[in-house]
């Protein structure tokens, strides 16, 4: 079983920026298997992908709301994946989800993803 535990969440400015990170632990885990995501949920409404990358660094941050601001990358030697997050909106703010998944497919939908972390809160304010 893996377990994930993200962190940096917080409450910023428009236009500052944060940096989550995910923690993945467990005997389960070996970093070169899993695909690590990141999903975010804003209040009623569903959750939402933003980013995702491989053991290899593949990665994609195909989302139309976050492009050129919004970068993944992952340490795997601490197994870690971060979120940098830049020019944050109001929009922005949401609960932020680290995911995990076997494989190296980069999923873009939340069912594709195995492991969950509790999530942590970003608050963008004006």
């Known amino acids: 079983q893996v377990?994930?535990?993200e962190?940096?969440?917080?409450?910023?400015q428009v236009g500052g920026s944060?940096?989550?990170?995910?923690?993945?632990?467990?005997?389960?885990?070996?970093s070169?298997?899993?695909?690590?995501?990141?999903?975010?949920?804003a209040p009623g409404q569903e959750r939402e992908f933003v980013c995702a990358?491989?053991?290899?660094?593949a990665n994609t941050c195909d989302t139309d709301s976050v492009k050129g601001r919004f970068t993944i990358s992952r340490d795997n030697a601490k197994n870690t994946v971060y979120l940098q997050m830049n020019s944050l909106k109001r929009e922005d703010t949401a609960v932020y989800y680290c995911a995990a998944r076997q494989g190296l497919t980069l999923a873009?939908?939340?069912?594709?993803?195995?492991?969950?972390g509790q999530g942590t809160q970003v608050t963008v304010s004006s």
């Open 53 to 57: 990358i491989n053991w290899s660094d």
């Open 18 to 30: 944060l940096r989550l990170s995910c923690a993945a632990t467990g005997r389960s885990f070996t």
């Open 3 to 5: 377990q994930l535990v």
């Open 7 to 12: 962190s940096g969440g917080g409450l910023v």
């Open 32 to 41: 070169s298997r899993y695909v690590m995501g990141w999903f975010r949920q």
């Open 108 to 116: 873009t939908i939340y069912a594709n993803y195995d492991s969950w």
